[in-house]
């Protein structure tokens, strides 16, 4: 059995252009092979909290000086983690919000990127613990990356590159779905780009680790 973990992030439920790729992405994986089992994790329907202050407390602490509360306050934390874990295949989808990722899913990365857990920092920086796997993420924008004034400066894929490799996962591939607000010839064209890109995430998924 392999499993594939659909993280989504957009309020707009199945008319999504994230979630809908997405979705179609995670279609054409387990299609492609017998064998898997797909969660999703909608970030729209599972309103995680901001990190209040028992999680900070509790994310500080070394494991053995928790109590009861610590433990409660990262138990959310832990099982989000533990889907992370379980996934051979991961995909992220997610709007563009204000030149990087919505709030719902930085809080999603605040409950999943955490000291002694899914990384620890050493003298040479950082290293992440979880063992890599494929990922893909598709982003959505209304607009157009790029230099302004002509496109907007893209915080978004760089920081989900950066803190996905922070917790050891590397092996990310990145669509970005550009202009989508901008009628609908942008649209198909964003579409058809998407379909070439989704079949080589789905070779890639379908290869053995490490391969
Ligand atoms: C709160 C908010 C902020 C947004 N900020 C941006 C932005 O900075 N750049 C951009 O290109 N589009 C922005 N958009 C537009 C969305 O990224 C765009 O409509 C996208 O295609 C939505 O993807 P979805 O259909 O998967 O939700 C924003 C939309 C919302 C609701």
Same mark, same amino acid.
């Given at each position: 059995?392999?499993? #594939? %973990?659909?993280?989504?992030?957009? !309020?707009?439920? $199945?008319?999504?252009? @994230? /979630? &809908? ?8 994986? $387990? ?8 969660? =999703?994790?909608? #970030? ?8 209040? !202050? ?37 995909? +992220?989808? &997610? ?9 719902? %899913?930085?809080?999603? +990365?605040?409950?999943?990127? =955490?000291?002694? /857990? ?5 003298? $040479? ?14 982003? @959505?924008?209304?607009? /157009?990356?790029?230099? *302004? *004034? ?10 989900? /590159?950066?803190?996905?490799?922070? +917790?050891? #996962? @590397?092996?990310?591939?990145? #669509? ?14 964003? =579409? ?11 070779? =890639? ?7």
């Amino acid at each position: 059995m392999r499993r #594939l %973990l659909h993280v989504s992030a957009s !309020p707009r439920g $199945t008319v999504s252009f @994230s /979630r &809908t790729v997405g979705e179609e992405l995670a279609g054409a994986v $387990t299609a492609a092979t017998p064998g898997w089992t797909v969660t =999703r994790r909608d #970030l729209s329907h599972t309103q995680l909290p901001h990190p209040g !202050p028992d999680f900070a407390r509790a994310n500080a602490l070394a494991p053995d000086m928790r109590g009861p509360a610590e433990e409660e306050a990262l138990a959310r934390s832990e099982a989000l983690i533990a889907e992370v874990e379980a996934a051979d295949v991961l995909v +992220i989808s &997610t709007p563009m919000h204000n030149y990087t990722v919505p709030s719902a %899913l930085k809080a999603w +990365i605040d409950h999943v990127v =955490r000291p002694g /857990r899914t990384f620890r920092s050493t003298p $040479t920086g950082k290293q992440g613990l979880l063992a890599d796997r494929p990922a893909f993420a598709i982003v @959505s924008c209304g607009g /157009r990356l790029g230099d *302004p *004034p002509a496109g907007q400066v893209d915080f978004l894929t760089p920081y989900l /590159r950066y803190v996905l490799a922070t +917790i050891g #996962l @590397s092996s990310l591939d990145i #669509l970005c779905l550009e202009e989508m607000n901008r009628g609908p010839e942008k649209v198909a064209a964003a =579409r058809a780009a998407a379909r070439p890109w989704s079949a080589a995430c789905v070779a =890639r998924a379908a290869a053995p680790p490490g391969a």
